[in-house]
């Protein structure tokens, strides 16, 4: 008895001090979709806002721009023909790369406000890969080789192959790449060599990958680890000196014949 009476005063208490349960929920705070299906996107709040509550819709893309999808009740102009706001929920009707991001549900009334934020991803298989690769290194240089995909969602990691071998991004954990000395990022696609060696001559080309869809690879090609070509400079300098040469003594000989002014 005691104990219900402490409680119904503490409830008392809280509600004169304005405490109440002003809440705003999402039942999938991570939504993922594939490419030209619909979605939607959970919002609920609770009854403390009131019956005219103000919802509405942000959008922020994966580079941080930020925009209205649903603004004082109605879609914005961009949205106008593909999404729906039924209740507090918003559907949008066919998804597309651009849609990939983060949506604040936020809700206001009774001068209270929440939100809700949720991370749609949609899934959009990897394209071909653009990859950049040296055809020719001196021994001991640096070798950068690139793969880059722009299509894929969510962004797809990369695998480099040599000779169809793929290359493990840790090269000292296999003790048939312990030779060769490399740095491999599977985010951003890069393969460098600090100091290309004879071993790292190949054929090389690169796959993007993804949970969407089959993994993609590029074109490829060759790069070959070559020595420094020695005896061509020396060849070049020594041809180079004998027309330089033959340049004075034509100057020489000119103004020796009176071809040339003596001034």
């Not at 919002?43 to 922020?60: I, L, M, P």
């Not at 071993?199 to 090609?221: I, M, W």
Request: charged content about 20%; some cysteine.
């Amino acid at each position: 008895m005691l104990i219900t009476k402490y409680k119904n005063c503490c409830i008392s208490m809280l509600l004169c001090a304005g405490v109440t349960g002003f809440t705003v929920t999402t039942k999938n705070a991570a939504v993922q979709v594939k490419e030209n299906e619909g979605v939607d996107l959970s919002c609920d709040y609770s009854a403390d806002f009131g019956a005219n509550a103000r919802v509405e819709w942000k959008f922020k893309d994966r580079k941080g721009s930020q925009t209205y999808v649903i603004f004082d009740g109605k879609p914005t102009d961009p949205y106008r023909d593909r999404v729906t706001l039924f209740r507090s929920n918003l559907r949008i009707n066919k998804v597309t790369s651009k849609d990939n991001g983060f949506y604040d549900c936020e809700v206001s009334g009774n001068q209270q406000y929440g939100e809700a934020k949720v991370t749609l991803t949609v899934l959009v298989p990897p394209g071909i890969p653009l990859c950049r690769i040296p055809s020719s290194v001196t021994t001991g240089n640096k070798a950068v080789l690139t793969c880059h995909d722009s299509v894929g969602s969510p962004p797809p990691t990369y695998k480099w192959y040599r000779n169809a071998v793929p290359l493990p991004t840790d090269p000292s954990t296999i003790a048939a790449f312990k030779n060769t000395s490399y740095t491999l990022n599977s985010v951003t696609g890069k393969l460098e060599f600090l100091r290309a060696g004879k071993l790292d001559t190949g054929s090389y080309y690169c796959e993007a990958v993804n949970s969407a869809g089959p993994p993609q690879r590029c074109k490829g090609g060759k790069m070959e680890v070559r020595d420094l070509n020695t005896g061509g400079i020396v060849a070049g300098v020594i041809v180079f000196l004998l027309l330089l040469g033959l340049l004075a003594f034509g100057i020489w000989y000119a103004y020796k014949k009176g071809y040339l002014p003596s001034k």
